[in-house]
């Protein structure tokens, strides 16, 4: 059995005090400290891999000093023996701010649309990805085949993204998101994937697709 960890939307970095010109109380902190609770539960509950669903950062431009607290975290994890894939999301602009520790042979970036395969126990995970695209709709058939392609005879496709899908609700009304240029077609989540696990809505849910795949959102870790 493989176990994983997945979570996402912890936006590091928003209402940090870097500079701060005047005394106030500030959630900077409680971003970070939620972070460090799930890697700190990917530890004692000693899990297989952690996969973080994207918006890693509050924005595509961020403090040095931000970019430091959030890969000397990375890189303590994944000396840690637990290998960790993140998928850039839109906050990012779909990519993470360059650094020579996202080398690490623990940290795997969906920088483009590619599949990592992981194995343990005699079994083996397709990890299918892509960073955030805002015109999914038109687009996902063309970047998705590829990686459907890549998953071995036998392994557990999963995919990876940070996108809206189709049927996810948000907003204290329960909208739920029908289409758009944004939106994936919830028929277009099919297998080979046996699960797609979806950052960028904030709200925790699990819903199955039209295609008969289930979908996991965890939300936001500090909505």
Known sequence: MI???FFSDTHLGYDYPVRP?????????DFFENFDTVL???LSEQVDLVIHGGDLFFRSKVPQVIVDLVYDRLLAFA????PLYIVPGNHERSALPPSIWLNHTNINIFDVPKTFIFSHGGETLALAGLPFIRT?????DTIVAPLAAAIPEGAFG??????????AAVGPTGYRFRSGR???PSEALQPPFGAVLCGHVH???????AGGVPVFIPGSTER
């Open 3 to 5: 176990r994983l960890l």
């Open 21 to 29: 010109r005047i005394d106030r109380c500030r959630r900077g902190m």
């Open 40 to 42: 700190d539960a990917a």
């Open 79 to 82: 000396q840690r023996e637990i």
């Open 136 to 140: 999914i709709a038109a687009d996902y």
């Open 158 to 167: 999963l995919l990876c993204v940070h996108q809206l899908i189709e049927g």
């Open 182 to 184: 944004d939106i994936i």
């Open 203 to 209: 709200r925790m849910q699990v819903f199955d697709s």
